[in-house]
T-cell receptor, first 113, second 116 residues
Framework: EAQVTQNPRYLITVTGKKLTVTCSQNMNHEYMSWYRQDPGLGLRQIYYSMNVEVTDKGDVPEGYKVSRKEKRNFPLILESPSPNQTSLYFC????????????FGPGTRLTVT | DQQVKQNSPSLSVQEGRISILNCDYTNSMFDYFLWYKKYPAEGPTFLISISSIKDKNEDGRFTVFLNKSAKHLSLHIVPSQPGDSAVYFCAASAYAGGTSYGKLTFGQGTILTVHP
């Protein structure tokens, strides 16, 4: 089954404790992206990657890091999480020729206390 | 600065009637526009798109209209069905070279409720 998977689905952590949210896709997509969803603000893009070793900032990259060492994986790293990073996070992937038509994962609910 | 805005947080419609969801944008560099649909506890799913060289695109019950001069797009759902009840996000992107649209900017979303 073609899908984008994220782990963990739920995470409660404390301020300053480094964490990684994994994202993996099995569709051989070149393009991958991370978003956060917050009430009243919709979806905001954090980082995206057009291909392996090619990443770029979205609209809200501060406090986040990404890496794209393999085509299928695109982890999101919070080096020192803060309460304002409490949010619902989505990973997405797409083919390079139709990168606007994205397939989303199920989401990761992160709470930073 | 919200470059893509959906000014109606919610919309309620009777089954069988038309649903019209609206979206405004400010960035004139946007040249590709999309609508995504999201059910609770799921990720968004792509619904329909339109290029700036067109003013209308249809896919079954869904039609997207683009008015470039007004920087406005709308999604029409006819006829509306209870299963269409979801959050609808509009999104916009600017051509980034080659065949690429890397950065995607979303609106705040509109909750559509279709009553039986």
């Amino acid at each position: 089954e073609a899908q984008v998977t994220q782990n963990p689905r739920y995470l409660i952590t404390v301020t300053g404790k480094k964490l990684t949210v994994t994202c993996s896709q099995n569709m051989n997509h070149e393009y991958m992206s991370w978003y956060r969803q917050d009430p009243g603000l919709g979806l905001r893009q954090i980082y995206y990657s057009m291909n392996v070793e090619v990443t770029d900032k979205g609209d809200v990259p501060e406090g986040y890091k990404v890496s794209r060492k393999e085509k299928r994986n695109f982890p999101l790293i919070l080096e020192s999480p803060s309460p304002n990073q409490t949010s619902l996070y989505f990973c997405a992937s797409a083919t390079s020729g139709r990168s606007y038509e994205q397939y989303f994962g199920p989401g990761t609910r992160l709470t930073v206390t | 600065d919200q470059q893509v805005k959906q000014n109606s947080p919610s919309l309620s419609v009777q089954e069988g009637r038309i649903s019209i969801l609206n979206c405004d944008y400010t960035n004139s560099m946007f040249d590709y526009f999309l609508w995504y649909k999201k059910y609770p506890a799921e990720g968004p799913t792509f619904l329909i798109s339109i290029s700036s060289i067109k003013d209308k695109n249809e896919d079954g019950r869904f039609t997207v209209f683009l008015n470039k001069s007004a920087k406005h797009l709308s999604l029409h759902i006819v006829p509306s069905q209870p299963g269409d009840s979801a959050v609808y996000f509009c999104a916009a992107s600017a051509y980034a070279g080659g065949t690429s649209y890397g950065k995607l900017t979303f609106g705040q979303g509109t909750i559509l409720t279709v009553h039986p």
